[in-house]
């Protein structure tokens, strides 16, 4: 079956490491996403890429990166920048654009320690 | 620009009560609503989805009408059940292929 897979999980990592989540889907998806949800804050876009080789900054980019090597592949780095790291991390995908929906991987919880 | 506003939870209810959780939005135009579900510790699932005015998105009992006129998506069920238990995000897209969220409404249902 396809689908976007996320991984670990679970991530803990001492202040002032940069840790890269990953994100991997096999949907034939061209757009790709990433979203950090915060307990009553709901979702904010970190970055998201519509294509291979290119990627826009979401509303909150300050202190993560990305690349978009593959087309499958989507990985999200939390640099030690990101003065709040610790949340949990959404990614998402999309065929035709945003207007039929996400597709979502079941997310990393990060804590940093 | 564009945004969402849900109503705040929780909501508590019985089983089998009948379920509303209002939502509207803000958008120049003709965009997509969605409403989402998010299981405990696990990622966000499609629930249903309208893409133009007077549609009516459906799912697993759940029911929502894009209402242009008041700019509403309230998601409605006659039925819960414990399993329904769950946040609940409505969201749009719009012309700039970025889906934008509400905050999530929990939702507890009660046996």
């Known amino acids: ?113 | 620009g564009n945004s969402v506003t849900q109503m705040e939870g929780p909501v508590t209810l019985s089983e089998e009560a009948f379920l509303t959780i209002n939502c509207t939005y803000t958008a120049t135009g003709y965009p997509s609503l969605f409403w989402y579900v998010q299981y405990p510790g696990e990622g966000l699932q499609l629930l249903l989805k309208a893409t133009k005015a007077d549609d009516k998105g459906s799912n697993k009992g759940f029911e929502a009408t894009y209402r242009k006129e008041t700019t509403s998506f309230h998601l409605e069920k006659g039925s819960v059940q414990v399993s329904d238990s769950a946040v609940y995000f409505c969201a749009l897209s719009n012309r700039d292929d970025k889906i934008i969220f509400g905050k999530g409404t929990r939702l507890h249902i009660l046996p």
Not at chain 1, 58 to 78: H, M, N, Q, W
């Open chain 1, 1 to 113: 079956d396809g689908g976007i897979t996320q991984s670990p999980k679970y991530l803990f990592r001492k202040e002032g490491q940069n840790v890269t989540l990953s994100c991997e889907q096999n949907l034939n998806h061209d757009a790709m996403y990433w979203y950090r949800q915060d307990p009553g804050q709901g979702l904010r876009l970190i970055y998201y890429s519509q294509i291979v080789n290119d990627f826009q900054k979401g509303d909150i980019a300050e202190g993560y990166s990305v690349s978009r090597e593959k087309k499958e592949s989507f990985p999200l780095t939390v640099t030690s920048a990101q003065k709040n790291p610790t949340a949990f991390y959404l990614c998402a995908s999309s065929l035709q654009g945003a207007r039929l929906g996400y597709t979502f991987g079941s997310g990393t919880r990060l804590t940093v320690v």
